[in-house]
């Protein structure tokens, strides 16, 4: 997953739905999913964003819909603008994604934002009242959890915003969201810290923002967890 190298073509529905308002594809996933941003140059100028998922794995955003909306009444995430077989179309969340080009290059600060973001995410979504189960990717017999909390579900790095000041903007594909141990979410985090910022260890500034210390186990076990999903789309 990454941002595209060649404009990849854009499908008649983002057509529609931009009329006559500038289309950029800001994201290309490992599923062949592709996001664009419509109405602006760059996110600070963005009024929407629509992402797009070839049929096969079109399932994957009927159930991000459902979640986005709960999530909603908790958290800082898109609101769903509407959404039909393969596509999802949301209001822009103001702020960048923790790996655009403006935070790449500004590691601690995304590890720390990011962490603090989990962390608020986390306090905010109420276990009791969530309708969803465990990430798709997390399956069955885990160990006993450290904290059930509500999980983001596929916290790598480019899913926390971050606002001009550095601070977490709030969170954005929600699709996996559901109840699992808090450490599904940080052993997802802290791996994503080595793909998106290479050279230098982040792993304790982001769990020192969280405000937890390292757990080694349950990491290695959510990560195996996660390495063993075909599709994981980040
Ligand atoms: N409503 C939104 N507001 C701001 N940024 C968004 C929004 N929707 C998507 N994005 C941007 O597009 C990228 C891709 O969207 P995402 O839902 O993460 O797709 P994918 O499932 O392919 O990873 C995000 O990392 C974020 O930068
Ligand atoms: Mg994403």
């Not at 929600?174 to 050279?199: E, F, K, Q």
């Amino acid at each position: 997953m990454s941002a595209p190298s060649t404009p990849p073509p854009v499908p008649p529905v983002v057509t529609e739905i931009a009329g006559d308002r500038p289309v950029t594809a800001v994201w290309v996933n490992e599923l062949g999913g592709v996001t664009f941003r419509i109405g602006g140059a760059s996110p600070a100028s963005a009024a929407e964003y629509v992402k797009t998922f070839p049929e096969a794995v079109a399932y994957l955003l009927d159930d991000e819909v459902p979640r986005l909306r709960w999530a909603r009444g908790y958290a800082t995430v898109p609101e769903v603008l509407g959404h039909g077989p393969g596509w999802l179309r949301t209001a822009a969340l103001p702020g960048r994604s923790a790996v655009d080009s403006q935070w790449s290059g500004r590691p601690e600060t995304a590890a720390r934002a990011i962490g603090a973001g989990l962390r608020r995410l986390h306090d905010g979504l109420p276990v009791a009242d969530c309708p969803f189960g465990p990430p798709s990717w997390v399956g069955e017999s885990a160990p006993p959890a450290d904290r059930l909390v509500v999980c983001h579900g596929d916290a790598c790095a480019p899913n926390t915003l971050l606002a001009d000041d550095g601070s977490c903007a709030g969170h954005v594909d929600l699709g996996d969201l559901g109840v699992a141990d808090r450490w599904a979410d940080l052993a997802i985090a802290t791996m994503s810290l080595d793909w998106n910022y290479p050279g230098a260890d982040w792993q304790a500034v982001l769990l020192a923002a969280y405000g937890v210390r390292p757990d080694p186990e349950r990491i290695a076990f959510y990560r195996r967890r996660w390495n063993d999903e075909p599709t994981s789309p980040g």
